[in-house]
């Protein structure tokens, strides 16, 4: 696992320093931590099994075609493999505390466990002060949780209070979601783009979601730079209409 701790800058010249053990000392006043995890999916031997049968489609006559129609709807499947705990794996979690980013990131040895131990055990240091996320309620913390279990990690206790019924899951105080806040609705989605772009904050670095992990592999540097732009977006966001 590795851990790159930079002042954030508004153009592109900041420097990122690799470090196991960062000399940044977070503030002990009460503030807020933004966090945002990016994901990718596990190896396609592994989630195999996990796709669903594809049905041939009763309009396609055509043996070719309908070949090319089930390849192309498991295709699509395996596209999307990243955004579900069961086929995918946390690559990056980015936190942003006073404008400075800490990003724990996979390295070469693929540890996505000693990624969930350090973010957690950051969470537990500061479990006084308040998380912030983009529709972390309905994806980030239900994907670090589910990768926890699937890792053997224990998943900090007070994010989840309560999960009520099949559907309704509740949090502590202090886990806020900038998507709630802009609209308490939970069936009202924003994208953190669209968010930006109405309070005029600007928007992502693009939107390679569920590629994200082709981005890290073929350029990481680069992939770090598009989550800190979401950490970037997502405070601004906040301390603009945060509750």
């Keep these: 696992m590795a851990m790159t701790t930079c002042p954030s800058e508004k153009d592109d010249t900041m420097s990122r320093v690799t470090t196991t053990n960062p000399d940044y000392d977070f503030p002990l006043k009460r503030t807020h931590f933004v966090f945002d995890i990016e994901t990718g999916s596990l190896p396609s031997d592994e989630i195999e099994a996990y796709c ?127 998507m709630l806040a802009w609209n308490p609705d939970p069936t009202s989605r924003i994208s953190l783009s669209n968010l930006g772009r109405v309070l005029g904050l600007g928007t992502k670095l693009g939107e390679h979601g569920s590629r994200f992990d082709e981005l890290y592999a073929e350029n990481p540097d680069l992939a770090l730079k598009y989550c800190e732009r979401d950490l970037e977006l997502t405070d601004d966001i906040w301390q603009r209409i945060g509750i």
């Design 52 to 178: 669903p049968k594809i049905k041939p489609s009763k309009s396609i006559k055509d043996a070719a075609k309908q070949e090319a129609y089930i390849e192309g709807k498991r295709s699509e499947w395996f596209g999307k493999a990243a955004l579900s705990p069961v086929t995918g794996r946390v690559l990056v979690i980015g936190v942003r505390v006073e404008g400075v980013n800490t990003m724990f990131h996979v390295d070469e040895n693929g540890s996505e466990k000693g990624v969930l131990e350090a973010f957690f055990d950051m969470v537990r240091k500061h479990r006084d002060q308040k998380w912030v996320g983009h529709n972390c309620h309905a994806f980030d913390w239900p994907f670090l949780r589910g990768r926890a279990m699937a890792n053997d990690v224990h998943f900090p206790v007070g994010i989840i209070t309560s999960i009520c019924g099949h559907r309704w899951v509740n949090y502590g105080a202090n886990c806020r979601d900038t």
